[in-house]
């Protein structure tokens, strides 16, 4: 298919299906300057991922905080949601996205106006204690001294954001598979799909029936077994033309 009659077949389902979800990865925060985390200028061919294993966290904070801070504490400082994040938060105001499910911990989708989100990977906003669970929201001051500790106990700070070797929240893990299995459209977003479980939702999606539309400026894991529409491109660019495409169709809609 032309990436044309692509776009129209999407928008066309998209303006159709009662129950849509939107699955996002670091993609979709690429075009707000984050780097992602494979592929070109990905992170974890810059850093090692082993200090966001919770074991080495464990045994070396001091190091992982460093490693930690500089990522997801000083890159991405002052970011902002691009049209991509706000194309979804206006379509969840219009009633054609119903959830979004993202693997991000970078807040975006929230800023961007998303009301309904899955934050499937936690959340880089908060700090939880290791030892009395003691969060929060406010730590710059913290961040100071590495590794960052509690206050109350005096243990060390962790991100609250899911770690490798760590469980996923269990509202969130329930949340997004139930969000799955009712999709009637399921759009994949910016995502490698190598990271398990959260590679199993899209899976989840298609085996209850879902038609998988996908957004990526490469190939997935999914693109040749899973998707059914692949629009190759840039998040924001795809999201703008299917507006524009939906906008067109409500007009002449509406005029005719
Ligand atoms: N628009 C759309 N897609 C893009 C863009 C863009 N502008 N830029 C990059 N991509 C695509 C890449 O082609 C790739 O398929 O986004 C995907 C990013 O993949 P990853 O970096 O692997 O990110 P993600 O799938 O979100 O990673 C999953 O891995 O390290 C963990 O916990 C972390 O949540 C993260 C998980
Ligand atoms: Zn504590």
Redesign the pocket.
């Given at each position: 298919m032309l990436q044309q009659n692509s776009l129209i077949k999407a928008a066309d389902l998209l303006s159709k299906s009662s129950f849509t979800v939107a699955f996002t990865?670091?993609?979709?925060s690429?075009?707000s300057g984050i780097p992602?985390?494979?592929?070109p200028g990905?992170i974890w061919n810059q850093y090692d991922?082993k200090v966001l294993d919770l074991n080495y966290f464990h045994l070396h904070p001091q190091e992982s905080w460093i490693v930690i801070k500089e990522i997801f504490y000083d890159f991405f400082q002052n970011i902002e949601p691009n049209p991509a994040h706000k194309t979804l938060a206006l379509w969840e105001s219009q009633n054609s996205v119903n959830v979004v499910i993202t693997?991000?911990i970078d807040h975006l989708h929230q800023k961007a106006g998303s009301q309904n989100v899955i934050d499937f990977?936690g959340n880089a906003h908060r700090l939880v204690c290791l030892s009395c669970h003691w969060k929060t929201e406010d730590f710059q001051s913290l961040l100071k001294n590495l590794p960052p500790l509690c206050p109350k106990c005096g243990e060390i700070l962790k991100p609250d954001f899911v770690f490798f070797g760590e469980n996923i929240p269990q509202l969130a893990y329930q949340n997004a598979f139930e969000a799955a299995q009712k999709a009637e459209v399921f759009i994949i977003?910016?995502?490698?799909?190598?990271?398990s479980p959260?590679n199993q939702i899209p899976v989840i999606a298609k085996q209850n029936g879902a038609v998988i539309i996908e957004?990526?400026?490469?190939k997935?894991l999914y693109t040749n077994n899973l998707t059914d529409i692949y629009l190759s491109g840039?998040?924001s660019e795809i999201l703008l033309a299917l507006q524009h495409i939906i906008n067109e169709n409500n007009k002449n809609h509406y005029h005719a």
């Amino acid at each position: 298919m032309l990436q044309q009659n692509s776009l129209i077949k999407a928008a066309d389902l998209l303006s159709k299906s009662s129950f849509t979800v939107a699955f996002t990865g670091a993609g979709i925060s690429v075009e707000s300057g984050i780097p992602p985390f494979r592929g070109p200028g990905g992170i974890w061919n810059q850093y090692d991922p082993k200090v966001l294993d919770l074991n080495y966290f464990h045994l070396h904070p001091q190091e992982s905080w460093i490693v930690i801070k500089e990522i997801f504490y000083d890159f991405f400082q002052n970011i902002e949601p691009n049209p991509a994040h706000k194309t979804l938060a206006l379509w969840e105001s219009q009633n054609s996205v119903n959830v979004v499910i993202t693997q991000n911990i970078d807040h975006l989708h929230q800023k961007a106006g998303s009301q309904n989100v899955i934050d499937f990977h936690g959340n880089a906003h908060r700090l939880v204690c290791l030892s009395c669970h003691w969060k929060t929201e406010d730590f710059q001051s913290l961040l100071k001294n590495l590794p960052p500790l509690c206050p109350k106990c005096g243990e060390i700070l962790k991100p609250d954001f899911v770690f490798f070797g760590e469980n996923i929240p269990q509202l969130a893990y329930q949340n997004a598979f139930e969000a799955a299995q009712k999709a009637e459209v399921f759009i994949i977003i910016g995502t490698s799909g190598e990271v398990s479980p959260a590679n199993q939702i899209p899976v989840i999606a298609k085996q209850n029936g879902a038609v998988i539309i996908e957004i990526n400026n490469d190939k997935s894991l999914y693109t040749n077994n899973l998707t059914d529409i692949y629009l190759s491109g840039k998040a924001s660019e795809i999201l703008l033309a299917l507006q524009h495409i939906i906008n067109e169709n409500n007009k002449n809609h509406y005029h005719a």
